[in-house]
């Protein structure tokens, strides 16, 4: 029996850098059609969205974000094709001076997967904090991580409303640490 799939699809690489992001939020991910990411902790504390380029042809369920990352990571030009039958999807390599390969990844069932309804702030009490993070503020923070060897991004409000970013070991507290201030949105 032959499958059907849909027209080639490709991450690119700052989205494919937002979804390594999520994974720290939640292991599993529920992708919806259509160009929002978002993630919801399974214990319902912490969400995040973005607004990606591309356009998510299918909406699926990955359980292990990070595996799903590490099968695109195998081809230098990953291409993904969405099985019609809505279960799997198939990674090839793109780049034809390379041996032709291909992987069969096998979603998830979305309802074993914590994640947001509609605005992922409606998931939160109404006293929250919205604020816009840009790409280079993001990189940044992504940056610094190694150098200052930070194992947590934090978030927190300052005294003037506004979000401190920082990167930090938590466990040592005289560790290195960069932040960068945000404007949040009250």
Request: aromatic share 10%.
């Amino acid at each position: 029996m032959e499958t059907t799939m849909t027209k080639p699809f490709k991450f690119s690489s700052v989205t494919l850098q937002v979804l390594k992001n999520f994974s720290g939020i939640n292991p599993s991910i529920y992708f919806q059609e259509g160009n929002v990411l978002t993630t919801l902790s399974n214990e319902k504390t912490s969400a995040a969205q973005a607004l990606i380029e591309e356009e998510i042809p299918v909406s699926f369920g990955i359980w292990d974000l990070s595996s799903f990352l590490a099968s695109i990571n195998l081809f230098s030009i990953p291409v993904m094709e969405f099985n019609e039958n809505g279960r799997s999807v198939t990674i090839t390599e793109g780049n034809k001076d390379l041996p032709s390969s291909s992987l069969e990844y096998f979603f998830t069932d979305p309802s074993i997967i914590t994640y947001p309804t509609g605005n992922p702030h409606d998931n939160f009490p109404a006293e929250y904090y919205e604020f816009n993070i840009t790409e280079e503020e993001l990189s940044k923070l992504i940056k610094s991580a190694p150098v200052v060897k930070a194992s947590s991004l934090v978030l927190k409000t300052t005294k003037n409303g506004n979000v401190l970013a920082y990167t930090k070991h938590l466990q040592n507290t005289t560790s290195n640490s960069f932040n960068i201030e945000i404007e949040a949105d009250l």
